[in-house]
């Protein structure tokens, strides 16, 4: 499991920075056939000998490269880089993956943590730009949940699970507030029982992270 590893958030971009230069050195001594069997990814070889071909990877509604000549990670379709956080997370996938598949179990994914310091930015990262767009808005969460390919879960609140990854999926619940009657919303994340078996605990926030960033983007789009 990579959860010995990090337990706490990058202290600034620079640090980030070399986590993913770490990550990427380690992925280019690994076997990437291997790697490709084990988290659910094609691996297509170079056709020129100096170079080292890529990884193709689905990560919710979008199809994303793993470049492994130059260890930059694009949207297939746009072409430019995902950003330094997406790219750690999709780093950290293919180097620590198992092979082990998704579950029906679910972990809560604040209780796990043991870091002071991560709660709080996954709390100010994640749950508090959740709230402040969809505390109120059930059925424009519904539907921007849909668009990125989320699966009704029937587990309290209103709850989607995401395949962010070919086998990591995320559980967000909703329990919207009212304002009539004072209720505040509520929200929970929850991760498949596997996912720490691929991914530390800091990349799997910036992971939960990037999952409500595509969300709120998708509620901006007119239907």
Known sequence: MSTGRRNKPASSDAE???????????????????IAKKCDVVYLKPRDKDQRGRFIINLLNRTLTVELSNGEVLDLISGKNVGVKLSYVVLEY?????GSKVSGAWS???????????????????????????????????????SLGGRRERLGGVGFSFPFLPRIRVLLQLWTGDVSSYTQPAANVSISSNTLNYLSYPAVVYACETLVAMLRKAMEKPS
Request: charged content about 25%.
């Open 16 to 34: 980030l920075h070399t986590w993913v230069h770490e990550t990427f050195n380690r992925l280019t001594r690994l076997k990437y056939e291997e």
């Open 94 to 98: 293919l180097v620590n993956g198992d």
């Open 108 to 146: 809560p994914l604040i209780k796990g943590m043991t870091s002071q310091e991560l709660v709080n930015y996954f709390k100010k990262m994640v749950l508090r730009p959740f709230l402040q767009t969809f505390g109120y808005e059930r059925e424009r969460f519904e539907a921007a949940a849909s």
